[in-house]
């Protein structure tokens, strides 16, 4: 199993102001003190490095207009890490290829940071969350094809090796694509794409990318179980688990009360994410017609970040729940190295097996020492014995 250190390096001073103002799309910046993000940014990317040094995977992700993330483009800290760390592979999940206005200078920086890491790039392609749709200044109306007409515009600028051609389509036209430098592994980086419904998995397994699911093992279960079904169907064998992964929040303590302690601080994540306003999270055009009607009729109890499914529980919200209550639908991970490893491995079983994990070790107002020392301990004392486990899991499977 490869396991990936993740966070969406939020802006926490801010969150105090969040009675008074959303703290996603709205929030006036007057709230943000240059010094002190600095202080942050800087100790995020100091435990990227140390999760290369313990042998861990990075990956990084894009917001943008939000206190809960301060990583405006996946491309920047893929670029500091591809040069700073010596081993990790390093998943950017995603770039909101949907929401770019030039796919062709997307894979010219996967490209290039591909290339200054010696062929440690994993791409992950995504639409982009209905929050960033203001601040791009996108139509969500045509924001799925124009996905898939930026997915095809990237995978041709890397794979094509015979001078310039051209591109004329419905979103993009290009007199001239000639992309220097071209990726270091061939014929491209591998891509990944997140899906949070089976109802979106059939065009990535027709693919064979890698499906990333997150959050929830319900649902996770079901996209797992769908993105097989479709191999079947293709008359394809038993997809590897190296075509799934799951993230999870992930926090490790020397005593159970410690690792609970550091779980509760990172799933402020879900607080924060909850409190996207309607208008801006799903804006007219955003959701098929259908399943706004559908919605309609039948009014969610909550959204994907306050109503999670449990797995032999009830449903539960992970804004508010015990953080015990995090681990039973899926959404955290926590406790002492033996507790951590023992829930993973539940969870690896329940879902069928997968072969990415991406741990969000850091969330909320997490220190930077808690971080360090959760990291140390998962990567010393949960890590080899995760790898042993699903090295032998695949030995009974190729059996």
């Known amino acids: 199993m490869q396991v990936y250190h993740f966070t969406e390096c939020p ?11 959303p703290i996603r799309n709205v929030m006036p910046n007057r709230y943000f003190d240059p010094a002190e993000a600095s202080k942050l940014l800087n100790e995020r990317l100091d435990e990227w490095a140390l999760a290369d040094e313990l042998g861990l995977n ?44 030039d796919p062709v200078l997307v894979a010219e920086e996967m490209a290039y940071a591909d290339v200054i890491s010696g062929g440690r790039l994993e791409m992950g392609l995504v639409k982009g969350g209905g929050v960033e749709l203001g601040p791009t200044n996108s139509n969500p109306a045509t924001l799925g094809e124009r996905f898939w007409e930026a997915h095809d515009i990237v995978l041709a600028a890397m ?68 993105y097989r079904k479709r191999w079947a169907e293709l008359g394809r064998s038993t997809p590897a688990n190296d075509r799934f992964s799951y993230m999870a929040q992930i ?15 990172v799933r402020r994540y879900a607080w924060a994410s909850s409190l996207s306003a309607e208008q801006y ?12 009607a559908k919605a309609l ?13 449990g797995r032999q529980g009830p449903a539960v919200n992970p804004v508010i729940c015990d953080p015990r209550d995090l681990i039973d639908p899926g959404v955290g991970f926590g406790g002492t190295p033996d507790q951590v490893y023992e829930q993973i491995v539940d969870f690896y079983r329940y ?49």
């Open 159 to 226: 794979t094509h090796h015979d001078g310039p051609f051209n591109y004329e389509g419905r979103h993009f036209q290009y007199r001239q694509i000639n992309i220097w430098p071209r990726p270091y592994q061939q014929p491209h980086p591998p891509v990944w794409m997140t899906c949070f419904s089976p109802a979106t998995v059939r065009e990535v397994a027709d693919r064979g990318y890698v499906v990333a699911a997150t959050l929830s093992a319900v649902i996770a279960k079901a996209i797992f179980d769908a």
């Open 11 to 21: 802006y926490t001073p801010a969150w105090k102001h969040a009675d008074r103002v």
């Open 297 to 309: 009729r039948n009014p969610a109890n909550g959204s994907m970040f306050t109503n999670i499914p």
């Open 281 to 292: 999270s799903s804006p007219p055009g955003y959701k098929p017609a259908h399943i706004v």
């Open 351 to 399: 879902c069928g097996g997968f072969g990415h994990l991406t741990a969000m070790m850091h969330g909320g107002p997490l220190s930077h020492a808690d971080t360090a020392d959760s990291l140390k301990l998962f990567a010393r004392e949960v890590m080899p014995r995760l790898r042993e486990f699903t090295g032998e899991e695949a030995k009974k499977v190729a059996a």
């Open 251 to 265: 926090a490790v303590g020397h005593t159970e009360e410690q690792g609970l302690a550091r779980l509760s601080q």
């Open 58 to 101: 990075i990956m990084v992700n894009e917001h943008h207009a939000t206190s809960t993330s301060l990583s405006v483009s996946g491309s920047l800290p893929l670029a500091i890490m591809a040069r700073e760390t010596r081993s990790a592979r390093l998943l950017v999940l995603g770039i909101p290829l949907g929401m770019r206005h």
